[in-house]
């Protein structure tokens, strides 16, 4: 069978040639298609960035305002899909939520899951992803609240629609405040794409068998979830408060990340390919300032994640593994300042990741990407023979 090369994680390990995103780990470079990070954040807006990366170019006007009336019109889910919320716990985590809800829309849209693709199918699965995805989110948090769900207003912009499923009530007027709005858009630019990494590789690999795009989004929201990837937004939140209520002190926290006996980790530090600062945490750490300061709030947990920072970038354990602060360890305090509660933190992530999942998606299938398949070394028991029951 020839001869495998053996590298668990993929470390050094290339899965595909990709157009979409470029990433220097070691200078602290983000681009997509081209465009550094920091004019997109700056000057871009979400959809217009969506529409960049899984079209490969900025849209002329024309091009930008279709896209964006489409996915405003296809906002509404199937009416029969509001009856599964009421089969969740109220407890249910959203991202459990999310995954099943985005998994059950292929099952409404049947002919997504042909193994031959038609480009005019492809572009109405990828208008209905970008539109509902926010819909199902905003739900599942009135769910689990209790609370009438909201449904969406064609007039409002995409971030000021979410933020108005998720807290405008039928009986008050609501207003959008433009400076969440704001911050909410730039958020989800940063998150946008991030080229191949655990959530991107799952959505490339589990379409690779030519399961519908739904399913491979679902497959990525699961495995975004977990707390060493985009779940880890949760546990800095969680972390920063453990030490705000005295619980734990900062050099505690620092000290226990540095012992190896435990599993613990700082959370929001530490980044596969970036070994110089994560660029996204940099442009974060600023829009936190301007939006807690233009909002009047001051978040007691911004002081103490700053001091974290400065401690553990002064301790040789981290700087000697280059481990510095990635995009989560800021975007939860934005995310509070915007009344998210905590447990839907990860579900933001997954509404910026989702056009890079689609335009990783939609690459692996334009190139004709063979089935995803790695190899092992097998390390088990070499031939041996059945026992029977009663001599075992
Ligand atoms: N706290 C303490 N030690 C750490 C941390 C951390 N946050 N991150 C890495 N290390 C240590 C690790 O123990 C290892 O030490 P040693 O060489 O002595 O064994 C060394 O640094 C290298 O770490 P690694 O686990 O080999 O690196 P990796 O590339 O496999 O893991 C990571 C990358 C992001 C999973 C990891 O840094 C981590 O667990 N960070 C905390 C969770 C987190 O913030 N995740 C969000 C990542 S950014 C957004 C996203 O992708 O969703």
């Not at 354990?317 to 602060?325: A, C, I, N, Q, S």
């Not at 579900?347 to 995803?372: C, H, T, Y």
Request: glycine letters at 6%; charged letters at 20%; proline letters at 5%.
């Amino acid at each position: 069978t020839g001869y495998i090369t053996l590298d668990t994680g993929f470390k050094n390990t290339g899965s595909t040639n990709s157009a979409i995103t470029y990433l220097d780990g070691e200078n602290g470079v983000l681009r997509y298609r081209g465009y550094p990070i920091e004019q997109l954040a700056e000057q871009s807006t979400f959809l217009e960035v969506a529409y960049l990366l899984i079209y490969g170019e900025l849209p002329p006007k024309q091009e930008l305002d279709n896209f964006v009336s489409e996915i405003t019109r296809h906002t509404l889910i199937h009416e029969e899909m509001k009856k599964f919320y009421e089969g969740y716990p109220s407890k249910a985590h959203p991202m459990g939520v999310l995954a099943s809800m985005i998994s059950a829309l292929s099952t409404f849209y049947p002919e997504s899951q042909k193994s031959e693709l038609h480009p005019a199918e492809v572009e109405l699965t990828i208008i209905r992803l970008i539109a509902k995805i926010s819909t199902i989110a905003a739900w599942s948090y009135k769910k689990s609240k209790g609370f009438p769900i909201m449904y969406p207003q064609n007039r409002l912009s995409y971030t000021e629609n979410f933020l108005h499923m998720m807290f405008a009530q039928p009986t008050e007027e609501f207003n959008v405040n433009p400076v969440i709005a704001n911050a909410l858009d730039t958020l989800l630019i940063l998150h946008a794409d991030h080229e191949q990494n655990c959530s991107a590789s799952t959505v490339r690999m589990a379409g690779s068998s030519h399961a519908s795009l739904y399913a491979a989004i679902s497959a990525g929201v699961c495995a975004l979830w977990g707390p060493l990837h985009g779940g880890a937004n949760q546990q800095v939140i969680e972390m920063l408060k453990q030490i705000h209520q005295a619980d734990e002190s900062i050099q505690k926290m620092v000290e226990k990340a540095k012992d190896k006996s435990s599993d613990f980790r700082l959370m929001g530090f530490g980044h596969r390919v970036y070994k110089n600062f994560d660029p996204r945490a940099k442009i974060i750490k600023q829009v936190c300032d301007e939006v807690l300061d233009e909002l009047g709030i001051d978040d007691p947990l911004l002081d103490i994640a700053k001091s974290l920072e400065e401690v553990a970038l002064s301790d040789s354990y981290f700087v000697d593994r280059k481990l510095y602060p990635n995009v989560d360890f800021y975007s939860g305090i934005l995310y509070r300042a915007m009344n998210i509660p905590t447990e839907m933190f990860t579900v933001m992530f997954a509404l910026g990741r989702l056009p890079g999942w689609i335009a990783q998606w939609k690459e692996m299938r334009d190139n004709k990407e063979p089935i995803s398949r790695p190899r092992q070394i097998y390390t088990g028991p070499t031939e041996r023979n059945y026992v029977d029951i009663e001599n075992r």
